[in-house]
């Protein structure tokens, strides 16, 4: 069915083909086909007439134009993408005549020359928008792209209010329809950040190869692949090198032979593994001295964590090194020394020791003798004095009153004389110790301890102590009465407890008292300094003979003495007593 504006139109052209006003006339039209589909067509008509002019008839062709119509469609809505993506991409997209003006620019591109609308700058020179310094360049490459030749450049402009900005340009040539002459068409971005960014980077690094240069030490950088593309100054110089020498691999020159196989192993191993490197080894110096450095080398990484570079340094420690084999050789001949003197010392003390034990034999010798002497000579008089003073009790009748008195007085002062040197006699070197044993010349001893002190003293011994070799016998003994002695003369105490217990081959020895203690530093004086006095002395000396310690424990409520020592089996023990019997 027919549009009536159609109707109309085609009346119209009817009625011009009539009256002469034209000798033809065309449309267009749009049909469906019975398979559905859009066909246009396009009808011409013509007026034909007779010889003598008058109208005949109308002849109408009908063309199908329904490709044409088609691609013009897909023409037109290509060119509205391409317009929809101009605009809506936030590049500048322009279009430059050769001899620079501005034909089009995108909304983008506006923004970026600081102009309110395209009107402000399209129809005019885009030279005058490129900064002076670079306005020749942009002319030339714009010349060249008119020529026909694509490119890329970059340039500073000056916006229309005056900012500065860095712009990258990719242009190729393209032909104006509406001329027919060769234009640029360019996409236009602002890399002002990049190449704020890139200048910061170009600074920070112009700053670290001149920290670099200032270090005492060697500076190095290197690719991710390990090829050293840089060198600080100090290592030209130490080296006496350059940089052509020395790049990729060169620096194997200076590395001592023997000693680089072991670098190159762990350098490479870092390289593999992304690890930082450490390790000392000497480099050659441009006198042809090796001297030893420490190397130190750091990966430095992008965000993705990828090796962009490796940095390196070189300390020279040649000097440490041989202040160290300086003081290692020192200290060598210190302890050398040391072991002299202590073995001299040693040795020393070994003398005193064996003099220390000489004096306490001589000592329990002389002991052993004034006993015998005492017992036998002195004990023989004052038997002899007794008997002599009997004969004289009983003529006693003869004498008066007075000679009478003195006599019996005479007799008791012997009977208290003798019962002194015996008991004299019997602590000098107690005769049970070497007939009864340790036990019995305890017991003795204790009981007549406490008779004289009246200090209650409880004695505490295994009922299967075992007889001890005599020299322990003697010691224990020793330490027993020193012990007792002291008590009796500085602790002010009422009672005292001995307690002897043996475990395996060690033997305790503990005499306690209750009384008023030991000062700290006096104790400090008997354990720590070694001047305990002649009896502590003494016991102290005994002990390390026998392969035995001393400790004194003692607090305001009294003191404890404790002594372990090695003792010999009961079967060594038994030999040795019936060694000394039969030698009695």
């Known amino acids: 069915m027919t549009h009536p504006d159609d109707l109309e139109k085609t009346r119209s052209n009817t009625s011009a083909l009539l009256n002469g006003e034209t000798s033809e006339f065309s449309y267009e039209k749009r049909f469906v086909a019975k398979h559905g589909a859009i066909v246009w067509t396009l009808t011409t008509v013509t007026l034909l007439k007779d010889a003598a002019g008058k109208p005949q008839f109308f002849l109408g062709v009908i063309e199908d134009v329904t490709s044409r119509k088609r691609a013009e469609r897909a023409s037109r809505e290509s060119e509205e993408r391409f317009r929809a993506i101009v605009k809506a991409t936030p590049e500048c997209v322009k279009v430059v005549a050769p001899d620079g003006k501005l034909l089009a620019m995108n909304a983008a591109g506006c ?4 102009a309110g609308a395209d009107s402000d700058v399209v129809g005019q020179s885009v030279y005058d928008l490129i900064a002076p310094e670079f306005r020749q360049k942009f002319i030339e490459f714009n010349e060249d792209v008119c020529r026909g030749n694509k490119g890329h450049v970059e340039f500073q402009i000056v916006g229309l209010k005056g900012t500065r900005r860095w712009m990258e340009t990719h242009a190729v040539p393209m032909r104006d329809p509406s001329t027919g002459q060769t234009v640029q068409l360019a996409v236009t971005r602002d890399v002002t950040a990049r190449k704020e960014a890139d200048e910061k980077l170009r600074r920070s690094e112009a700053e670290l190869r001149t920290l670099a240069n200032s270090i005492p030490q060697l500076a190095w950088m290197a690719n991710p692949d390990g090829h050293i593309f840089w060198y600080n100054q100090g290592w030209y110089e130490y080296t006496g090198t350059t940089l052509e020498q020395m790049q990729g ?6 590395h001592d032979p023997n000693v680089y196989p072991r670098v190159f192993e762990k350098w490479t191993e870092s390289i593999r593994t992304g690890t ?9 110096g441009a006198d042809g001295i090796f ?6 080398v750091s990966p430095f990484r992008d965000a993705q964590g990828k090796i962009t570079r490796w940095f390196g340094t070189n300390t020279n420690i040649d000097e440490q090194r041989q202040l160290l084999r300086s003081l290692s050789e020192a200290r060598d001949h210190l302890e ?3 072991q002299e003197r202590t073995a001299e010392l040693q040795a020393a003390n070994e003398s005193l020791r064996a003099l220390s034990a000489r004096l306490l034999k001589v000592q329990d010798d002389e002991r052993r003798r004034l006993a015998r002497e005492l017992h036998d000579s002195v004990g ?5 004095l007794s008997m002599n003073l009997a004969v004289v009790q009983s003529q006693a009748y003869k004498l008066d009153t007075l000679g009478a008195r003195a006599v019996q007085e005479n007799a008791q002062l012997l009977q208290q004389a003798s019962t002194e040197i015996r008991t004299l006699s019997h602590l000098l070197h107690p005769p049970l110790l070497e007939i009864a044993g340790l036990v019995s010349a305890l017991r003795w001893y204790v009981d007549g301890f406490s008779e004289r002190s009246n200090i209650k003293v409880d004695l505490e011994l295994p009922a299967d102590f075992p007889r001890l070799p005599n020299d322990t016998e003697l010691a224990i003994f020793r330490i027993v009465q020193e012990c007792l002695t002291n008590i ?8 005292a407890a001995i307690c002897i217990r043996q475990k395996g081959t060690r033997l305790l020895v503990e005499v306690q008292d209750n009384g008023r203690g030991i000062p700290k530093p006096k104790q400090h004086e008997l354990m720590e300094s070694g001047r305990g006095g002649v009896g502590f002395g003494g016991i102290r000396e005994r002990l390390r003979q026998l392969g035995g310690t001393l400790e004194i424990t003692s607090n305001g409520g009294g003191t404890v003495v404790s002594a372990t020592l090695e003792v010999n089996e ?9 060694a000394r019997t039969t030698t009695q």
């Not at 009961?570 to 019936?578: G, I, L, P, R, Y």
């Open 111 to 114: 923004v970026m020359v600081e």
């Open 249 to 254: 691999w060169g620096w194997k020159a200076v």
């Open 276 to 284: 930082p490197f450490e390790m000392e080894f000497p480099l050659r």
């Open 291 to 296: 001297r030893w450095f420490l190397t130190r």
């Open 336 to 338: 050398i020394g040391v």
């Open 380 to 384: 023989q008089i004052m038997a002899a």
């Open 488 to 495: 009796h003369r500085h602790s002010g105490s009422s009672t």
């Open 570 to 578: 009961v079967n060594n023990a038994n030999k040795d007593q019936e």
